[in-house]
């Protein structure tokens, strides 16, 4: 029977995604291990993460003292093209294509949680999309090329539809072949996935 702290902390490390109780308590037990300092040190960085807020038009993550509405750093910019949106799934996908310089528009990120959480996002910003952003001329769905992924352009592309009833000019595009099927966009090399958003259909 492990000590009660100990099991407490392999429970969390439990809680992330992809890792199991035995992982769990390889982590525990490294961090066990390692000098006082260094454990102070993990702990320091992981109790920044509450100054962590999202971005109030994609929902991308970012750290701000500030309660007040906010926008990351490429939504403030100026200078990106505000006629297209790139749907992702998480912050990774967004540091990915931008790797590739083939793209300047803005994003939004509409996550991996649950079905509600994401339709409640698309909901979001469609509903902005017909209040403000007149000049909006593409919308990109670059989703993961996995069943997860698949599954929420699919839903995407059916919940954005209804925008062509109001914007005939918009197209709703998504990232063309050469993604082979289980990849995930966070780890694909700038080439493959340049190719992917030069061919979007």
């Not at 339709?119 to 993961?144: F, G, M, Q, Y």
């Not at 699919?154 to 918009?170: D, F, V």
């Amino acid at each position: 029977m492990l000590p009660r702290p100990i099991q407490n902390l392999i429970d969390e490390f439990s809680k992330l995604p992809s890792v199991g109780p035995r992982q769990a308590a390889r982590f525990v037990f490294y961090l066990i291990n390692q000098p006082k300092e260094e454990i102070e040190k993990f702990a320091k960085k992981l109790f920044i993460l509450k100054k962590i807020k999202y971005c109030h038009f994609c929902n991308r993550t970012m750290e701000t003292d500030h309660e007040k509405t906010i926008l990351c750093s490429i939504c403030k910019n100026k200078d990106r093209n505000r006629t297209m949106v790139c749907i992702v799934e998480k912050d990774t996908d967004i540091e990915s294509i931008e790797k590739t310089k083939r793209y300047d528009g803005l994003y939004y990120v509409i996550g991996t949680e649950d079905e509600n959480k994401q339709l409640a996002r698309l909901k979001d910003l469609i509903s902005r999309i017909k209040k403000s952003n007149k000049e909006l001329k593409e919308i990109i769905i670059a989703t993961d090329a996995t069943t997860e992924g698949e599954t929420i352009a699919l839903y995407a592309a059916r919940q954005l539809a209804e925008l062509n009833k109001i914007y005939p000019e918009l197209k709703i595009t998504r990232l063309g072949r050469g993604l082979s099927t289980g990849s995930e966009l966070e780890y694909m090399d700038e080439d493959t996935l340049t190719n992917a958003l030069l061919g979007r259909k």
